[in-house]
């Protein structure tokens, strides 16, 4: 895409992502006609923005949770010249 692409992008996207999520497919097929790379590449982006919302609105404590990150035992490990142990 070459600069005046990215600006069409760009003002699309503006109008679009405000309206109710209910219009916006039509609103956005409105806004790009023909153009199915401009529909494609305005989709995906707002696709992005409202994952990212979903994200950002999500609580970090759940979302914590919700990570299976392996169990480690520390216990008579060396952290520097710290030595750590069980209780």
Same mark, same amino acid.
């Given at each position: 895409?070459?600069? =005046?692409?990215?600006?069409? +992008? /760009? $003002? @699309?996207?503006?109008? @679009?992502i405000?309206?109710? @999520?209910?219009?916006?497919? /039509? ?8 153009? %199915? =790379? #401009?529909?494609? %590449?305005?989709? &995906?982006?707002? +696709?992005? &923005?409202? %994952?990212?919302?979903?994200?950002? $609105? &999500?609580?970090?404590?759940? #979302?914590?949770? /919700?990570?299976?990150?392996? /169990? @480690?035992?520390?216990?008579d490990?060396h952290?520097?010249?710290? $030595? #750590? &142990? =069980?209780?």
């Amino acid at each position: 895409m070459n600069n =005046a692409d990215w600006e069409t +992008v /760009k $003002e @699309v996207f503006g109008l @679009v992502i405000d309206e109710p @999520v209910e219009t916006r497919d /039509k609103l956005l097929r409105q806004r790009c006609g023909d153009d %199915e =790379a #401009l529909y494609a %590449e305005v989709h &995906s982006l707002i +696709v992005a &923005s409202t %994952e990212s919302d979903n994200i950002i $609105e &999500s609580n970090a404590i759940d #979302l914590a949770a /919700k990570i299976d990150l392996p /169990k @480690v035992d520390y216990a008579d490990r060396h952290l520097g010249i710290t $030595e #750590l &142990s =069980a209780r």
